[in-house]
């Protein structure tokens, strides 16, 4: 297993050394970058699989290397790589999505400009996120966490030329950035209490009581912040549907495997931390469950298709999030669970929603219909991808759902239990809303007249994600929880077991059955609206019309935002601009026209002529005499006091 994992290293090499050989020899390759990015990108994907499988099979203590970077006085930081159960499961999923993705690019991008361009940012992005995952101390982690937010930002305004890309790009990049300052401070207060940027000797000195309690909180929320970032969670979530501005392939990396992962990876990363201090749990359950039903809320109404799939990823997100928050064993491992399963079934939605505006050139739900004829195997697999985010079993988000409903269950969080079981009810009816509208009906659009399906190299990469949307989430059922008992046999998991035992959840059945209950609700009231129309959704929209403004409007927090930090930002500068030049700089032009005053008094004085000069010794004179004259009389006593 050791010869394996001294490998490891090699994952994230893969990635950069295609993008080195693209950047360098982009303009000779031109499409054929596609086959460069592609090969090395699935080199990577079968020495990650190769580390996985050995470490499923085998379990183990984690394996990690580390050479000295540099020191500062008596502390060293290193550099390195660490394989652990969690990043051993994340490096599969980077790497498999990734090679799926540069493969359907290469049908989706045909005929593109800047074709070899896209591929170099595709493999960076690929390198910086595998590069994140397998860091093993925070310090490397930021390093390529940045790297991963410059990424998003060249391919979310890949298409510079369109005043909506610059515009979400430059949004994503700053409230990212926001998020970046939290982890920046935590990371440097967790320095300053341990000595170490290490996840290993952090975690010991706070096992150990090495770090006072209220520091914990403190980091353990900031690191949070971060991840709030980078996940879309609420309230830094407007970028990420905004995000959608970039090629489709890039939502799909973007969602399922890369940037908004990383946020979910680093709380699972850093877990024994918030082990450490229930507020911090607490916050991230609460936030995560916020977010879940209100990013659910907002896909309700609204009409790109991209855009429904953007807030469904910030509500899967927030499931995420809130299962991690749930204290316990169950809730970390069914965070990790449906953060695995998720990466399947939105590659494979967004990956078929890109099949669909390639075909009918449009985003718009309400200009398409018709389509499951004229593109059966993008319908089928859509159609699995839906059913699979919407729980129903046996598809894999069924079971990774049910693992988050039951760790709420037993953890006696009813309201964050209501919470999910409401939002997985809007998640089945939007998403079949978002079907129903796209493949049943008539065409609405001449888009949809010359409508055909993709070609191969397109639908091969969404059959694959439609196979593990299905079998995926057998890893983890009720019956065999392999994966449960795998993740927990790990460092991270030791502190978890340590806290709170193996955990394994046994959740009352009617817990499971509401969840499907629910589901198919939300999928039988979609279908009377928008497949068998026997319910006027207009009427409906028109009944609740109040609701239905702030979701389609997305509760106004883009205008709220723009109005509370952009313009009052812009009319704070506006009034400091105005301070500066007529007070400060008013005040240093009065001292500079006082002394060019004083100068050009003097000039006119020194000018050279005699008769000026005995002038003005006369007149001194004569003022001296005055005043002598008056100091020595009665009346200049008087006068003078």
């Known amino acids: 297993m050791d010869t394996i994992m001294q490998y490891a290293w090699l994952i994230p090499l893969f990635p950069l050394l295609a993008f080195v050989l693209i950047l360098s020899f982009g303009r000779q390759l031109k499409e054929g970058a596609a086959y460069v990015g592609v090969l090395l990108t699935g080199a990577a994907f079968v020495v990650a699989l190769m580390t996985f499988w050995t470490r499923f099979q085998e379990g183990a203590t984690d394996y990690s290397f580390a050479i000295e970077w540099l020191r500062i006085g008596d502390k060293a930081i290193n550099m390195g790589f660490e394989v652990n159960q969690l990043n051993a499961l994340m490096l599969v999923i980077v790497t498999f999505v990734s090679t799926l993705v540069q493969l359907y690019s290469k049908g989706y991008m045909h005929g593109d400009d800047r074709f070899p361009v896209f591929y ?3 493999a960076l992005f690929t390198f910086s996120m595998l590069g994140l995952v397998i860091s093993p101390n925070l310090l ?14 060249l391919l979310v305004g890949y298409y510079f030329y369109k005043p909506e890309a610059k515009a979400a790009a430059k949004k994503a990049f700053i409230m990212t950035r926001i998020g970046d300052v939290g982890l920046f401070i935590a990371i440097a207060l967790l320095f300053w209490a341990t000595g170490s940027f290490d996840y290993s000797e952090i975690f010991n000195a ?18 949070f912040v971060g991840a709030v970032g980078k996940s879309g969670q609420f309230p830094l979530h407007t970028w990420l549907p905004d995000a959608m501005e970039g090629p489709t392939p890039v939502s799909a990396l973007i969602h399922a495997a890369t940037m908004v992962a990383a946020g979910v990876y680093l709380v699972a990363a850093s877990f024994p ?13 609460y936030v995560g469950g916020f977010t879940a039903i209100f990013a659910a809320s907002i896909g309700l109404t609204q009409r790109d298709i991209k855009r429904v799939l953007a807030y469904s990823t910030v509500s899967q997100l927030g499931y995420m999030m809130m299962a991690l928050g749930i204290a316990g064993a169950a809730g970390y491992v069914a965070g990790v669970f449906h953060l695995m399963t998720h990466a399947f079934f939105k590659a494979l939605l967004f990956l078929a929603a890109g099949s669909v505006i390639h075909a009918v050139h449009t985003q718009d ?11 059966r195997v993008t ?45 997985a009810g809007f998640t089945a009816f939007y998403m079949f809303r978002l079907f129903f509208l796209t493949f049943t009906g008539k065409g609405n659009s001449a888009g949809v007249d010359k409508a055909h399906e993709s070609p191969g190299v397109m639908t091969l990469p969404m059959i694959l994600l439609a196979v593990l949307a299905v079998v995926a989430g057998f890893i983890n059922t009720p019956f065999a929880p392999a994966l449960h008992h795998w993740l927990l046999d790990s460092s991270v998991g030791g502190y978890i077991v340590q806290k709170y035992g193996e955990g394994e959840h046994h959740a009352a ?13 939300g999928i039988l009231l979609a279908y009377l609206m928008y497949g068998r129309r026997s319910i006027n959704s207009e009427s409906v929209a028109k009944g609740a019309s109040v609701l239905y403004t702030l979701s389609y409007r997305k509760y106004y927090f883009d205008e709220i935002y723009e109005f509370v930090f952009v313009r009052l930002l812009k009319l704070i500068g506006l009034i400091l601009n105005l301070f500066d030049r007529y007070i400060v700089e008013g005040l240093v032009n009065l001292v500079t026209a006082i002394t060019v005053g004083i100068g050009a008094l003097n000039a006119r004085m020194q000018n050279g002529q005699v008769q000026t000069y005995g002038l003005v010794v006369l007149v001194g004179v004569v003022l001296l005499v005055v005043g002598l004259t008056i100091s020595l009389t009665p009346l200049g006593g008087v006068l003078l006091g």
């Open 206 to 223: 706070v096992a150990q009581g090495k770090v006072a309690p209220g520091l914990i909180t403190l980091t353990a929320i900031l690191i």
């Open 273 to 285: 931390l918030f082990l450490a201090s229930d507020t911090a749990l607490n916050v991230v359950a």
């Open 509 to 521: 059945s009617w817990v499971a059955v509401a969840a499907i209950l629910v589901s198919v609700g």
């Open 140 to 153: 490397q982690v930021y390093i390529f966490w940045e790297l991963v937010g410059v990424c998003s930002f």
């Open 365 to 375: 739900i309400f200009e398409m219909g018709g389509l499951w004829k004229k593109m």
């Open 379 to 423: 319908g089928i697999v859509f159609l699995i991808g839906c059913l699979a985010i919407a729980g129903i079993p046996p598809f894999a988000g069924f079971w990774s759902k049910e693992e988050i409903l039951g760790a709420a269950y037993a953890a006696h969080r009813m309201d964050l239990l209501w919470i999910a079981l409401i939002a």
């Open 120 to 122: 170099q940012y595709l």
